[in-house]
């Protein structure tokens, strides 16, 4: 399994972005998909996940009412809409996938991550 993210960039804050989120080769196994970031100086953390059974959404408390996950199973893509961006936004985001429907951190596939910039 392949995972590729883009969509990271530089934008003012109160800006908005989509991350993208492009899976390959055996997608038949991913259930649950996962954003993450890490921040300069800061452990790695789940942002938002999605179910593969049901498409049920999860969001860390900073991301609720701001950021919205989704999938297209057609193309096999998840994606990540981020509004009202915020300085403290900025981090590398990566977005990960498992046979398994959790939310967290020990996802067994990994993207290389994409550069999200907030000026404020």
């Known amino acids: 399994v392949q995972l590729q993210a883009s969509g990271g960039g530089l934008v003012q804050a109160g800006g908005s972005l989509r991350l993208s989120c492009t899976v390959s080769g055996s997608i038949f196994s991913i259930n649950g998909m996962v954003w993450a970031r890490q921040a300069p100086g800061k452990v790695r953390e789940w942002v938002s996940c999605?179910?593969?059974?049901?498409?049920?959404?999860y969001y860390e408390d900073s991301a609720k009412g701001r950021f919205t996950i989704s999938r297209d199973n057609a193309k096999n893509t998840v994606y990540l809409q981020m509004n009202s961006l915020r300085a403290e936004d900025t981090a590398i985001y990566y977005c990960a996938a498992d046979s398994l429907n959790f939310c967290g951190m020990d996802y067994e596939y990994w993207g290389q991550g994409t550069q999200v910039t907030v000026s404020s």
């Open positions: 999605i179910s593969g059974r049901d498409g049920s959404t």
